[in-house]
């Protein structure tokens, strides 16, 4: 039996060019997932999976990695991946959970989440820079895919779009932090401010400098939070419940590729 060609994509090739290399080996549809906020010390962890149509309808005008957008443009950009993705699906971890669980089996147990979460169940899944275990299709880690692969771009904005509102709508029920300004990384305003008011329920007492400011980071991090900085009662959104908050599903009617649309690339990455 004859092996088939080794599929090579060149980065060069676009951001479109990975998922449509995988659409002519007959995975049609492909899912991207990515995150917002593993690096912040305040906030929640926001994991988001997205499915485009094939071939140019799923080209959205200026989609890219969403770090590279302005607010502005992440906001159109968003706006276009809801209106015509096939699915998406936007997962909430709050920090108390980061804290408990730890930061990478959040990350991975959301990104899992948000991939099941879709409407559109994917035939190959691309993620963006390690793998994501416990799913049942084929799927591939792409270093930077948020800036190699359209899908893994779609879903980066879904998580940051959503993170960055939800870090806003913080600011106003914990002024003096600037949330709304820095999204809870950190930075010598967010640094001063800590230091000036200590942490609230908000941050992530695993953190080694939310630790250091409450005098906890003697302590393992996973015992850090003290009890008076859980929430109250869960953050829902959508109708979900639990720790882990689904926020947003969505799916668009699936329509036959027309005949002769241009989808011939060369595949795999280089």
């Known amino acids: 039996m004859l092996t088939p060609p080794r599929t090579v994509v060149r980065r060069e090739a676009g951001l479109y060019a990975l998922e449509r290399a995988l659409q002519r080996r007959g995975f049609r549809y492909v899912a991207g997932a990515d995150e917002a906020g593993r690096g912040a010390c305040a906030g929640p962890l926001v994991a988001a999976a997205a499915v485009l149509p094939e071939g140019r309808r799923g080209e959205i005008d200026g989609l890219a990695d969403s770090k590279l957008l302005t607010p502005a443009s992440r906001e159109r950009v968003y706006d276009e991946v809801v209106a015509r993705a096939l699915a998406y699906a ?31 169940r994917p035939e190959y899944v691309l993620t963006d820079g390690f793998g994501v275990d416990g799913l049942d299709v084929p799927g591939l880690a792409v270093w930077k895919g948020d800036r190699v692969a359209a899908c893994v771009a779609a879903a980066s904005v879904l998580a940051k779009v959503t993170r960055d509102r939800i870090m806003v709508e913080l600011d106003a029920t914990h002024p003096g932090y600037g949330f709304a300004e820095h999204k809870g990384y950190i930075t010598a305003d967010h640094t001063a401010a800590l230091r000036e008011h200590g942490p609230c329920r908000e941050h992530r007492f695993s ?11 003697g302590r393992p991090p996973r015992s850090r939070r003290p009890l008076g900085a859980s929430r109250d009662e869960p953050m829902e959104r959508s109708g979900s419940a639990g720790g882990t908050v689904g926020v947003a599903l969505g799916e668009q009617p699936q329509r036959p590729a027309p005949v002769g649309e241009d989808v011939v690339m060369e595949g795999g990455v280089e």
């Open 207 to 217: 953190y080694v400098n939310v630790a250091t400011v409450s005098g906890l980071d």
């Open 90 to 120: 936007v997962v909430i971890i709050p920090a108390e959970e980061v804290d408990a669980r730890g930061l990478h089996v959040c990350n991975l147990a959301a990104m899992r989440r948000a991939l099941a979460s879709l409407t559109v």
